[in-house]
Each structure stands twice: as C-alpha cells, then as structure tokens.
C-alpha cells in the first residue's frame, strides 16, 4: 500500500482534479505539485514504477493523493473510486490504457475529459488506423488533448480535435530545480564532460552513441569524458569505453548534481516525442546536442546557438557535433549556456499548473459542463491517505 498527502480531498469548493497515468516520473511530479500548491484538489492514478525507470513512487507523490496498480487497473475499484472523487477534470495520459478509456466514456457529459498527445506526427500505419478509429474510440470518449508542440499538435488535429480543444505543453521539467545549476556556476564556462541521461534501450540510439564517442575520442587531443546516467539492456554498449563513466539509474532529486558535472548534453534518440531531459540540461545552462526526432529540438535546441541537432543513426555526424562542441572556447560555451537559459524559460511546472486550471474552467463553460465556482489560489489542509488499485 503506497502512502501518500492529500490536498482536502472531496472538499466542497474546489476544482478536483484526477490524473490517470502509466508509470510516474520527477517531471510530472513536479507539475502536480505546482497544480496542488495552486489548491486544486488532486488525486493521481499510476502505474507503479517499472524495472528500467525505477523511481522512487512514494517520493514523486509526496503531498497529494495517489492510487497505484501494477498489470492493469481494476476497473470496478477504478470506477467506485472516480465515483467518490467526482472529478471536475480527468486528464488520461494517451489512450492505450483500456480502462481509463472507459472510465473517461462514463464520465463523458459530467468531467471535462483531456487526453495527452505526445507523439509527433509522422504518418505511419498506426497513427493512419488511429485517424481512422478516431470517432468511434477517441470523440466520444475525449473532449481536448494537451499536447507538446506544433508537431503533437498536428497529430491532434488530425485525430479530430480542433484547435480551441488543444492545451499546449503537456511536459515540463522543474525548471526552477536545474536552475539553480546555472546560478551556482556563475560566470564560469560548464564542465568540460559530455552527459547522457536515459533509458539504455535502442530508440535511445545507445549504440550509436557508444560509436560516435568512441570516433570523436579516437580523433580528439583532449577528448571530454562521459557521464552516463540510466539502466537498460543495452548497457554493455558503454560500459567498459574509455572515457565512459556509467552513473546508474538517477532518483530525480540527485540529478541536479549530476547535470553539474557536465558540459553538454548528448542525446542521439530514434525516437522521442518529447525529451524532457533536454529541457533540465538547457534549464541547467548546458549546450546539447540531439537529434531532429527529440520533439523538443523544435523549441529547446537551436542549431548553431545553444548546441547541434543531428540526424538520426549518423555516428559521425553526432561525432563531429561533439567535437565542435568541445573544440569551443570558454567564451562561445558560456553564450550557449546564457542561450540555454533563455529558452528553458518557455516552461515551468508553475506555468503548466496555471495553463491548465485555466482551461479546464474555461473549455467546461464552453461545453456547458458548469463552473465549479472556486476562488483560484485556495488552500486545502492535508490530511493522509492511501491506496492500490491492483497489486
């Protein structure tokens, strides 16, 4: 049984707000504190943290209500406790879960119902079929996606949700936390390290990583170490490299410290809706160097001025970014960070927080689901609480 706080849950007068989720991570938490501290009344239903993302469950939900299952939901639990809660606002993270589907669909018409968008659009067959079920599965069962950028946001377009259903920036990282990296360094230039935070599975593009360092190391005088951050199966392809420091699997509160130590973030994925790590490392003042398919190159990682971006499965291409990278004066490598700092700044877990309030009153009074008449900003006493959908 996961213990955790909740913000006044049930109480009459606020804004309630349920998150239905697969496994948790730092990023998200860090939002749904944000939501909490803005008085919204919270309840949280995850899935437990799995063997490649080990987190630490108890810690990300720390402060508000949380329900965790492991396999799949209960759906008889799921929908007594949906009952008890009575949510102004079910936000679902995608739509692969079967029973938050149909949880959202009994709600349809009573909670403004929000479906996370994170995949950019790229026309394979499955997103094709997904247009094609769109109004069978999804209109009945959604009524707005929160989506990352432009590119998510075409993927929801095309899935039938216009643009006054749309909320933008459904992933931040705790911007204010990686920060405080940059204002520790002062005026000094970053580390000269490279760093890698990731799951260690092939859309990573570990191997090619493993590659291009080994080429950029081969060809350099002074070649930068790196830090390796994250567990997966494709560990053996960095272990044991020269200049290779394997870091392990990072609980979030340490990861500041370990974004400290480098230079330049390098993440060579195949595929990445998002990437949230990007956003700690500019948050962090690092330059980065990623590839075209990171969704959040489009808004976080300007070629030529806070790093490089790549082309997937390009060993030497990633091997001569890294080595432009390193081959940068103090002066030039402090301009990227200064450069990197800006852009963090379009997201925050407090933005998100507002963003979202904001709409959920706003879209159910376009959707005639009623206002639920609370003063912004309210506070709730907390009180503990506990629970498990499945064990």
């Not at 606002?89 to 349809?108: D, E, M, Q």
Request: proline content about 7%.
């Amino acid at each position: 049984m996961a213990e955790a706080m909740t913000n006044g849950a049930g109480s009459r007068g606020e804004l309630r707000v349920c998150v239905l989720w697969s496994c948790l991570s730092g990023y998200l938490s860090a939002s749904l504190h944000a939501l909490v501290d803005r008085g919204v009344d919270l309840l949280v239903v995850h899935e437990r943290a799995g063997r490649w993302a080990p987190f630490d469950d108890a810690a990300l939900t720390a402060g508000f209500r949380s329900v965790s299952w492991s396999g799949a939901p209960d759906e008889a639990e799921l929908t007594a406790l949906l009952d008890e809660f009575r949510p102004h606002a079910l936000v679902v993270n995608s739509w692969h879960i079967g029973a938050y589907r149909r949880a959202a669909r009994r709600l349809r018409g009573r909670t403004l119902r929000i479906v996370t968008v994170h995949n950019q659009w790229t026309a394979t067959p499955k997103q094709l079929a997904a247009r094609v079920v769109a109004p069978v599965l999804l209109h009945p069962t959604y009524d707005a996606a929160f989506v990352c950028d432009e590119r998510q946001a075409v993927f929801a377009e095309r899935l039938g949700f216009p643009a006054e259903r749309l909320l933008w920036g459904v992933n931040t990282c705790d911007q204010p936390l990686f920060a405080q990296v940059a204002e520790r360094r002062g005026d000094a230039a970053p580390p000269r390290r490279f760093l890698f935070v990731g799951r260690l599975v092939p859309d990573k593009g570990v191997d090619v990583l493993a590659a291009a360092y080994r080429a950029y190391r081969a060809a350099a005088e002074d070649p930068w170490p790196l830090l390796v951050a994250g567990v997966g199966p494709l560990a053996d392809e960095l272990a044991g490299l020269e200049g290779v420091e394997m870091l392990g699997f990072v609980q979030p509160p340490d990861l500041p410290a370990v974004f400290e130590r480098a230079g330049c973030l390098v993440l060579p994925s195949r595929h990445e809706p998002w990437a949230v790590v990007v956003h700690e490392a500019v948050s962090a003042g690092l330059p980065v160097v990623c590839t075209r398919r990171c969704g959040a190159a489009t808004r976080l990682v300007l070629d030529g001025y806070n790093g490089a971006v790549v082309s997937p499965d390009d060993v030497e291409g990633l091997a001569r970014a890294m080595a432009r990278i390193a081959a940068a004066g103090d002066d030039e490598r402090r301009a990227m960070s200064v450069a990197s700092q800006e852009l963090s700044r379009q997201y925050t877990p407090a933005r998100w927080a507002r963003l979202l309030e904001e709409r959920i009153l706003e879209l159910r009074a376009t959707l005639g689901l009623g206002d639920p008449a609370r003063p912004p900003g309210a506070r709730g006493p907390a009180q503990r609480v506990s629970g498990a959908l499945r064990d």
